[in-house]
């Protein structure tokens, strides 16, 4: 055996006795599978080796020699874990979060330097995991061949079997196999494994997640017979109709067949049994395309037999698809598709990597709720799980490589660039991503990796991979070898050049591409983003402008959003909703937190970003025709009609119904429909239409009694989108002369009302340098004044005024604090935009209507605080005191208000949510304006100049009223 560092530091080694990659199946015995039952949970031959191990851990690589993988070996004293786990979640090692820094002393292909004396690595070097379980063989597999299988490893380990060694492995992301026949014996069984955290792997494996370890996916044993199937690829034509098989056989298959059956959806099972040296092929009358808004599958079953004498059965579910690109275009099953996609990194908030299948199965209907159709598997491969759950639910899958050397090679040719070293290691990584997944339907699309540079590398490892599978590839840092034109956070101005062919490529903070990573422009092919849309805290503005943008050119296919979910960690003994990111375990080096820049948080609960981008995502939109009186309604599907479902409608007017109804509608794919309107609209008052179709076919993944679609279309001109607010239609001038006095006394205010000109701090305003650009920055410091007026019947009237200074470029808000005791609100009720937070850059989600909700309801816990609960377009603001009395603020215009139970100050130094204890106030803060919150991306790009309160641009007055009852 080689010495240990000579295999966790050569980068051509990437395993040894390890089984060449094979498409997911598991042998079986069992001829019928339950539709929508995982094809992976199918065990009847195989040994769950999940649960209680045997575990020592050390921060650095322990001494070779003392016999630890030998059956006789005392491990009596050693702790258990279950596996599978990350070992940093079950409590052992410091978790690390970095964005592309690696933990490690970076001496390619070395991991074993010393690090910074601060550094998390300096004592951890390279923390170690050494694991043992016992197994009893089951009687029957005697004289059987035998495999163990390791569904991912972080990031390299060795395994024994009885003290004989079966093999080394690196890539964390892919399975590895090794045959155990020769070491396995009848009866009791031990096999022992050693994990290493840091390898020259690792280089190749520096994406923006929390650096963990351990054995975090299933551990298998199986048994075969001596002659089995070794791996089958599975062609699927939809020109032809027929379903081929390549197999790969294992062992003498002289005289042997193999059976091919394939069940149709309509017109039952189709076979043809053929010597084993033949290539099976299936031809059905007719056949159905798959979709990820029609998810149709075609079971296949694949029989190995001597005789009658059944060798090995393996289950597989195929679909039929055609794609083409042309003209610019990507062209699915016929039709020009666009990508309404979202990256998805591996994240349970408990377990790490180590997902559940319950866990995948809610991201799954979450993801598909929220109107995406397709998910990006940044960056590695998923769990074998996850692709079947694509393949049953319908969502397209951008399936991504393991590979990333963003600390070093982020526009860089450096490695694995040029450099031949790196190349096995490479291929090996891609190669198994195909072979492994390419007979799910759901992947249309082949990524080389992430950010990782350009270089012969890549040249060649697209050349293997189309060797390999015939499906497109994307790869947005060496585009020059890819199938699509990609970039990372485009905004919408600059996809606007790229349609027109003038745009100039860069790098996240502005790098200069080479001439070979994307070739002359401008490009021929279609184009996808990759990541946009950077989710991060109150984010996700300027959402509606990437998509009205999309859609107006046929060359953009759409896009990947960044991300999911948050990747908070709880820790044991935690507060309850506390999530640690990066710093919050002692780990050095560490990004802080911008591991939360997801749409929901670790434990699945929503940002507010996720209704916007569901909103917009919607499959049916609407429009109404005044003058022609008429509603109309455009399905975007590209492949499912809409049948029978049933369109309620609500006539609104000043927030209240004043008639309602419900009727049928059906679209066919891309089709509009129109009627009358359903009612009269009244002579005065503001009125909208607000409708809702309810999909009466509703498809199994979709929770009862969610919408297909909700709009609202306003009866006048919709209102413009930016920062400075509309008339109100609702506001009556006050009669009568008002008089100059002092600030009100209202019931439980514990100080004068302030003007304020600031926010709490968002991660986008601390990317962009906002928060420095005005650091400093007082009222006193920009020409405000505030006057009161006092009115009949105890009303007041405010009156903000502001006027431009030079020294005072651009605020945050307009507005006024008002500070109130925490007992003495009972209730808000608003006329505006609701009822989730909103803002001006964000609000295609909040329906202008009347909602009344608790005050200590109305503020958002983002994972690290921020600002957060703002309600925009608010015609009237109506609040409840705990005494019974009634305050009412009405203005000309329509303005915002947020109101908290702590203040901006408080949100300002809490590093996590759980730290907002409520204070004993209540923060009312009345705004003219508030800027946008923005969400191009989270580290440079600055709110959209409509949504930015520009001084330049600003002499305003902030008149409104506060009226007792």
């Keep these: 055996m080689l010495p240990l560092l000579s295999l966790l530091e050569d980068p051509t080694m990437v395993g040894m006795y390890k089984l060449p990659p094979r498409s997911t199946a598991w042998p079986t015995r069992q001829l019928e599978v339950a539709p929508g039952q995982l094809l992976f949970d199918l065990d009847d031959c195989r040994l769950k080796l999940n649960g209680f191990w045997k575990f020592r851990w050390t921060p650095t690589l322990p001494e070779d020699g003392d016999g630890f993988a030998a059956a006789e070996f005392d491990d009596s004293g050693w702790d258990e874990i279950v596996l599978p786990a990350n070992f940093e979640c079950a409590g052992y090692g410091t978790p690390i979060y970095s964005n592309y820094t690696y933990p490690f002393h970076c001496d390619p292909p070395h991991v074993m330097g010393e690090p910074p004396a601060d550094w998390t690595t300096f004592v951890e070097r390279n923390p170690t995991g050494r694991c043992r379980r016992r197994f009893t063989l089951p009687a029957e597999w005697g004289g059987k061949r035998l495999v163990l299988y390791f569904g991912a490893v972080q990031s ?191 994240h349970d908030p408990r377990r790490g990597r180590a997902l559940t299948l319950d866990g995948m199965k809610t991201d799954i209907r979450m993801i598909k709720e929220a109107n995406f159709d397709a998910v990006r598997s940044s960056h590695y491969p998923n769990d074998p799980r996850w692709y079947e759950l694509c393949d049953l639910y319908g969502l397209y899958v951008l399936d991504e490589a393991n590979i990333e050397s963003h600390g070093l090679s982020y526009h860089a040719c450096v490695l694995p660039g040029d450099d031949p070293a790196w190349f096995p290691s490479v291929f090996d990584r891609i190669e198994r991503l195909v072979k492994v997944n390419r007979n799910h339907v759901s992947v249309t699309l082949w990524s080389l990796g992430n950010e990782a540079g350009y270089g012969d590398a890549f040249t060649e490892g697209a050349k293997l991979l189309r060797s390999l599978d015939p499906r497109p590839i994307q790869y947005a840092d060496m585009n020059a070898v890819a199938d699509f034109d990609s970039q990372t956070y485009p905004p919408p101005a600059w996809l606007e050049e790229y349609a027109g062919g003038n745009a100039e490529r860069k790098g996240e903070h502005g790098e200069i591409p080479h001439l070979r990573q994307h070739g002359a422009g401008p490009s021929s092919k ?38 999911w979910c948050e990747h908070g960690l709880i820790p044991a003994g935690a507060e309850p909703g506390f999530f640690a990111y990066g710093g919050d375990f002692g780990d050095v080096p560490n990004n802080g937190n911008f591991c939360c820049d997801g749409l929901v948080r670790a434990d699945r609960i929503p940002n507010p970003g996720l209704a916007e981008v569901r909103q917009v995502q919607q499959p049916v939109r609407g429009t109404f025709d005044r003058a022609a009186n008429r509603l109309s309604l455009t399905s ?93 239609p609702l506001y009556h001038a006050p009669s009568g002369a008002f008089h100059a006095a002092s600030a009100p006394e ?63 470029p651009e605020i945050a808000r307009f507005g006024l604090r008002f500070r109130f005791g925490s007992g003495s609100l009972a209730e808000v009720e608003y006329y505006g935009r609701g009822p989730g937070e909103n803002y001006c850059d964000r609000r295609s989600a909040a329906f202008v209507g009347r909602y009344a909700a608790a005050p200590e309801s109305l503020a958002t816990a983002y994972t690290r605080p921020q600002e957060n609960g703002r309600r925009g377009d608010v015609r009237e603001l109506a609040i409840r005191f705990a005494d019974g009395r009634r305050l009412t603020v009405v203005s000309p ?8 139970p702590y203040s901006s100050a408080a949100l300002e130094t809490a590093a996590h949510a759980a730290e907002l204890l409520p204070d004993g106030t209540f923060e009312l803060i009345l ?39």
């Excluded at 990759?530 to 805290?537: C, D, L, S």
């Excluded at 049933?646 to 007017?653: D, G, T």
Aim: proline content about 6%.
């Design 636 to 728: 975007r599907f590209l492949f499912r009609s809409i049948r029978g479902a049933e369109l309620l409608w609500v006539l609104l007017r000043n927030g209240g119904a004043a008639a309602s109804g419900s009727l049928r509608v059906s679209l066919a794919p891309g089709e509009s429909c129109s009627f009358d309107a359903p009612a009269p609209i009244p002579a005065d008052g503001e009125c909208f239409w607000r409708l809702t179709l309810l999909d009466s076919n509703a498809p199994h993944w979709r929770t009862p009694g969610l919408p297909l679609a909700e709009l609202e279309l306003p009866v006048g001109e919709p209102e413009k989108r930016g920062v400075l607010p509309g008339a109100n």
């Design 746 to 808: 209202l019931p439980g205010l514990l100080e004068p009302p302030a003007i304020v000109l600031d926010r709490a701090v968002t991660d986008n305003d601390r990317g962009c340098g906002f928060d420095r650009r005005t650091a400093g920055r007082r009222p006193e410091d920009c020409a405000v004044r505030l006057d009161w007026e006092a009115g009949a019947a105890g009303a007041f009237r405010a009156r903000l005024s502001f006027l431009a200074q030079p020294d005072c």
């Design 156 to 346: 390299a380990f060795r395994v024994w079997v009885n003290g004989g060694f079966a093999g080394y492995s690196e890539n964390s992301m892919s399975p590895a196999e090794f045959d155990v026949t020769g070491f396995v014996r009848p009866g009791e069984n031990l096999i022992a494994v050693e994990v290493y955290k840091y390898c020259s792997g690792s280089y190749l494996e520096d994406q923006d997640f929390w650096r963990l370890s351990g054995i975090f996916r299933d551990v298998t044993l199986y048994a075969t017979e001596r002659e089995y199937l070794a791996d089958v690829r599975l062609a699927a034509s939809a020109a032809a109709k027929t379903v081929r098989a390549e197999i790969v056989y294992g062992g003498d298959t002289a005289g042997l067949t193999v059976e091919l059956r394939v069940r149709t959806p309509r017109d039952g099972d189709f076979a043809v049994t053929v010597p084993a040296d033949e290539i099976p092929e299936v031809a059905l009358p007719a056949v159905e395309l798959w979709s990820a808004e029609l998810p149709v599958l075609y079971p296949v079953r694949v029989i190995l037999k001597r005789g009658e004498t059944v060798l090995d059965v393996r289950h597989y579910r195929t679909g039929f698809t055609t794609f083409e690109i042309r003209d610019r275009q990507f062209l699915f099953n016929g039709k020009p598709l666009r990508f309404h996609g979202v990256n998805r990194h591996e």
């Design 526 to 563: 279609p184009f996808i983003m990759n990541e946009y849309a950077h989710a991060m805290g109150n984010s996700t503005g300027n959402f509606p402008e990437y998509w009205e943008t999309i859609e107006k050119h046929p060359c953009l296919a759409g896009g990947f959003l960044w991300e």
């Design 893 to 900: 215009e329509l303005f915002g208000f947020t109101l908290r």
């Design 927 to 965: 705004d003219y304006a508030q800027r946008g919150v923005g969400g191009d991306d989270s580290w440079g790009c600055d709110v959209h100049t409509e949504y930015r309160l520009l001084c330049s641009e600003l002499s305003a007055v902030f008149d409104f009223q506060l009226i007792p009852e």
